[in-house]
């Protein structure tokens, strides 16, 4: 059976490690965020955690039942990140538009750690404050119960998707992604157009648009639609 996990105040009246540092989960997260963005997700483990903390991996489990909750409070972290002196001004598409950008770009910025959470549910502190931000964005705005469910849905799940692919790309060797990228020149661009005539009048905007991400532009859409429906209410 997993140990229970100790209370934090109970954690923080005991000794330090063997280096003189003190854990918390904070200082944990951060730490295995650090070793992901190092060594990618099969670099974390309780060992490698506690060697990095210079503490016996057991203690680790004061603070986490496991190395899942650990995955979700990273993810939950980021999403903490993301939101960090955010205010909503009470214009509904600004407000999510800013969210949206946020969170994606928090995740990007860890993609690591972005592959092993972004399809999670965490349940926690700044995942519930987000879903609750969210919902009370759409509800205050004026939209129906039902179409802020449907909307909040989409936006998630749109959000949390884009973050993942980008960070997919972000996460593949420096090398691999430049190839990747380069066949939007090397293949497209080289396309006849007696035999792909619509890759070949693209082909030029083709190249400079898709080495980056399509977020901001499916955010756009999104809201589009959003608003559209708003106004039909």
Known sequence: MP??????????RRRPTRSGTVLSER???DTALRMLAEHGSTGLSARRLGLALDCDPSTL????RGMDELTLAIGDA???QALRGWRPTGRWRTDLHAVGLRIHA??????QAALLTASRVTGRTHELAADEAVLDILRTAGFPLPD???IYHAFIDQTLAFAALDAASLALPRATLRADEDKWRSTYGRLPATTHPRIAEAAPLLAA???DSAYPTALEMLLDSAAARLAAV
């Open 106 to 111: 928090a995740y990007v910025a860890h993609p």
């Open 209 to 211: 648009r898709m080495v």
């Open 148 to 150: 802020t469910v449907r």
């Open 3 to 12: 140990k229970p996990v100790v209370p934090e105040d109970k954690r923080r």
């Open 61 to 64: 489990y004061r603070y986490f």
């Open 78 to 80: 980021l999403i903490g």
């Open 27 to 29: 200082l944990i997260v």
